[in-house]
Structures are given as C-alpha cells and as structure tokens.
C-alpha cells in the first residue's frame, strides 16, 4: 500500500485553516487551484471544480432504499470479513472517540460504527450508512480520494473542499480482491485530529493487510463451501417469531418490547404501527414536526432509529414509504379493535391512560384525541353503570362534566351511589365557576 503525504507538524491549526479557506476562496474564483496545498488535496480539488460540485450546499446522496441498501451489503465481498474490521478498529473506537466507516468500491458507506456521540454528529452531514461518499458527490474526503487514486490517504479539517466536513479529519485506504487486485472497498477513520495521526494510518494499513489476508483464506476455501452447500439438507423454515409489543399508552416510559424509547422514537414507531401500510417521507414529516422540518432532519432521526432497532434484534426500517419490517403489536391499535368488536371492559382494561401523553407531534395529537374520544363515546352509548363509574375515576376524566352527569342518568335511583356521584358534579361545577 503506498502511504499518503505526511501532515506538517507543528503548524497552527487556525492560520492552516484560513489559508485553506483563502485557497478555496480563489480556486472558487480564478478556476485555479494555488500551488501552495499538498499535491494530493490540490489534484482533488481540481476534480471537485470540474465537477461543479457547491462547497457549501453539497450532501452526500442516497440512492437506494432501505430494503435494497440492505439486500446490497449483505451480499457484499466485505460482509463476511466485517468481524475482522470490528476487533481491530471499532472495538477501540469508542475509548479513542473515533467513527469507523467501510465503504463500496463506488463510495456508498455500508457500515458507520464506532463513537456513539461522533456518529450522532456526523449524521447532520449525512455521514450515514448507504451514503455516496465519493469524490464525484461530495469532493474531497480520506474515503473518496482514496477510492479515486486507490492508494491510502489522510484528510485533515479545512482540506476538505466541502465545508461542512470542515471540523472533521479522517484517514482511508482501499481494500482489493486478492483474486484480481480489483477494488472492493474504503476503511476509513473519522473524528478529530486524531484520526489523522501516523498511528492512524498504521492502524488502517494493518486492517486492509488483514482482511485482505482473510479475504485470500476465503477464496481457498469457496470450492469446499460451495460442494458443502450443495450437500447439506434444506433447513425448516423457522417458526415465524411473536408479534413484539409497543407500548405507548398512558405515563410509563414508552417500549418496544423490553427496549426503552427515546419520546421521538417513539413517536415515528407509534405513527408507523398505526399505518401499517407505510407513510410517505414528506408526510411522517408532516406528522412528525410542527411547522415545515428538514429532509434531512427526519433521514438522521430514521438513521438513529435504525440502529435502536437492530440493538433490539428487530428488521429494520422499511423505505418508500416508510413502515415497520414487521407488525408489532401497538397497545393503542389493540384497545381501537377492542373497541370495534364492542369489548368495552376489556378495552377499558387495556387502556392505561392517553397516547404519548408529553407529545406535541401533530400526527400523535390527532391519534390521542381519536382514540380517547372513540373509548369515551363507545362507553357513554353501551357502558354498565359500574364500568362507566369506573372509567369516569380516572384521572384523566375526574373533571369530565359530561361523562359525570351521563352517569348519574344510568344510575338506578335507589343507587347508594348517586350521592357520590351528584356531589362529585357539584365540586367540579363549583371549580369551574
């Protein structure tokens, strides 16, 4: 592997980082990149000017949905070698505040891991599995001009030629086939200044040579897999696995399954349960956010919520439009199809209190007052006595004046429960004069 151009050291940061601008600035201007960068960083910005690429509005693309993405990298020659990447780079990565990235020979990021709070961050830059990251999408970057001169390469801070990838510094080499010496792929290290270190760079040659190394074994190996294969006897398919639940009624922490939610997840689960069918990108936005929302800021959120997903051990988000891998078993949804067929008690048992009650996502407001007011009517029109007296205890419905008074109406008149009830109504109408 030939090894990139030493970082100066000892150099100012800050004055580095405004000469860089300053060179940007011109290239920009003249069509000319100055002499004064490093060979390898001037040559690709040469590239990103005649690709007309914007240094301040360009983002990675996304081009495939989520269920092509994963039937792509599953199938992909690194996949297999992937625990190899993870002991040597990401197993560390979180002391060392560090993201490991493994790209395709095209740039797309397959795997992002490592440093939880770095990768929440790079996530506003879209650096985000099955993103382009190549040089021909977002100009300069350790995994994209590695690819593009197939050869290792660090990226420090303002080199990039994109400016939201300013604050960061990374290091990349590409992986071959050591069949046919054909590129397969990128590692690539993200983070600080550290991720541009010589020792870095060691660290990312040493992987490339070992899972090339693991990559040569497995070819030796293929013929043997292969007859293995063809002989062995067709598995039973598995038993198709329990619903999961998803719990989102009344004041608990809300869960999928034994997994606590954050109170966003929760809510494009909750919205996704309710439309199994899926919901379009623009419109779970619309659903999701008071007033118009980025693109980009639901694609992080979605990006996050993935992860959450495959820590559960659930299929992941599906894409176009949006849904659930699976159907869970939304505690909301279950207590609507009481409803339907008329089991009131047994709704009023499973109904725990109000929809997310803390949230203020509109979708989520409109699920919470349907299905309040569903439960409430079904039980002013069929409920006995002493279930409605039961329902109206509740504390969401202790100032209810409407299902108070209903009640009274359906007590028998010798009920020694009427004098509770009328002096319950006249508390409330005294508090609401």
Known sequence: MTVPERQPHGVDTSSLRDRLLRAQQDAIETGTVPLTLRPVVRASWERALRGAIDPDRT??????????????????????????????LVDGADDAGLVVAVGDAHGRLLWVEGDAGLRRRAEDM???????WSEASVGTSAPGTALELDRAVQIRGAEHYNRIVHPWSCTAAPVHDPASGAILGV?????????????????VSATVAAVEAELRIANLESAVRA?????????VPAPKPARTTLSVLGERRPRLGAQELSPRHAEILTLLA??????????????LYEGDASPVTLRAEIARLRRVLEAAGEPPLESRPYRLGREVELDAASVAKLIGQGSLRRAAER??????????APGIVELREDLAGRLRESMLADASPDLLLAFAERDEHRYDVGLWRALLEILPPRSPRRASVVSHLERIESALR
């Open 59 to 88: 983002l990675p693309r996304i081009d495939l949905d989520e269920r092509e993405f994963l039937e792509y990298r599953a199938g992909h020659a690194l996949a297999p070698v992937l625990p190899v990447i993870r002991r040597l």
């Open 274 to 287: 309710w439309h199994p069918r899926g919901i379009g990108a623009e419109r779970l936005g619309a659903l």
């Open 126 to 132: 879209l650096f985000i599995e099955g993103a382009d």
């Open 187 to 203: 590692i690539d290290i993200t983070g600080t200044d550290h991720a541009v270190a010589p020792h870095t760079l060691s660290l």
């Open 351 to 360: 109904y725990a209190g109000p929809v997310l009650p803390g949230s203020v």
């Open 227 to 235: 007859t293995l294969r063809r002989s062995r006897i067709a598995a």
